[in-house]
């Protein structure tokens, strides 16, 4: 794995500097399709307008996410709250819903002790690597996503879905195209899309949450306590392939080997500022020691419409 090209120092007044370069730092997202910029120093605190001006797309809310976030300030959220300890496989930022960001802006408050970095790889390079056998397959089925939501275990659904109740709750997932199902206290939903998103001139990309959604990417010791318990219907997040059917470990390794012959690492800095193009490029985590503050905003909509 290497390191991206180096970020762009901002100077003393980083707003002032992104302000004299936004013409340059819109060419440089547009072109390569990921910006890095380092010392932003105080300017931390407005990143998320920053991302705002440099993208030109107004920024987000997280709602119906399945990753642990918690809201900092406005529409600036923990990058992740899944435990430091674990590395988190490289995604498409919200491609398991009918609409996502087209931009993800990750901030650092503060870097960790060791580790951490953020892995990107090219959505179209992990295409072009994966086995013919398995594309086809995901390009005649696509992808299901499972959810399940139990009383006291992971997110909840009021939060995941930003309703008050179950009727608010049908509407939302009629509405996102899920099939909901409500049993006393527990509610599943599943839904399916395409795992490759078309961009025009006969290429198509890698868009989706395949691997980080599914199960076997737990821990060990996390998958079968959580199997002892709830079974695999009642897994909080899992994937199939569009039929039904599991995907066996080695499509999941299969995946992880597309991905790990393209990606690239993203080490941070206090004031480090690094913006994705979420329909160019997956990104991930890499466990980390120590308190490290990452900071993530989103701007922009996209949809599988």
Not at 123 to 135: G, H, N, Q
Not at 181 to 191: K, N, P
Not at 285 to 298: A, I
Request: hydrophobic share 40%.
């Amino acid at each position: 794995m290497t390191t991206t090209r180096q970020a762009i120092d901002v100077g003393a007044d980083a707003t002032a500097w992104i302000d004299a370069h936004l013409i340059e730092l819109r060419e440089i997202l547009a072109t390569e399709g990921v910006l890095r910029l380092r010392g932003l120093g105080g300017a931390v605190r407005e990143f998320d307008t920053i991302t705002e001006t440099v993208t030109g797309a107004a920024p987000l809310e997280y709602h119906g996410g399945a990753t642990p976030r918690t809201r900092i300030d406005r529409n600036v959220y923990s990058s992740t709250d899944f435990p430091s300890e674990y590395a988190i496989d490289l995604h498409s930022e919200m491609a398991y819903s009918r609409t996502w960001p087209l931009y993800l802006a990750f901030c650092c408050a503060k870097p960790p002790r060791s580790g951490g970095a953020t892995p990107l790889a090219s959505t179209v390079e992990i295409a072009e690597r994966i086995p013919v056998a398995l594309a086809e397959r995901l390009r005649l089925f696509g992808i299901r996503y499972r959810r399940a939501f139990h009383p006291l275990l992971g997110t909840d659904w009021r939060s995941a879905y930003g309703v008050n109740d179950e009727a608010e709750l049908v509407d939302c997932a009629a509405r996102r195209g899920e099939d909901v199902r409500i049993d006393r206290d527990v509610v599943t939903s599943s839904w399916t899309l395409p795992a490759y998103r078309d961009c025009g001139g006969g290429i198509e990309s890698w868009f989706n949450q395949m691997v980080a959604f599914n199960v076997r990417t737990l821990p060990s010791g996390v998958r079968e306590d959580l199997l002892d318990v709830v079974g695999e219907d009642g897994i909080p997040k899992n994937t199939l392939l569009g039929d039904g059917s599991p995907f066996p470990e080695s499509d999941i390794g299969a995946v992880r080997d597309a991905v790990d012959a393209t990606s690239t690492a993203v080490p941070w800095e206090a004031g480090d500022l690094t913006i994705v193009d979420n329909r160019r490029f997956a990104h991930g985590r890499q466990p980390y020691t120590g308190s490290r503050e990452l900071r993530v905003c989103m701007t922009g909509e996209g949809s599988w419409a």
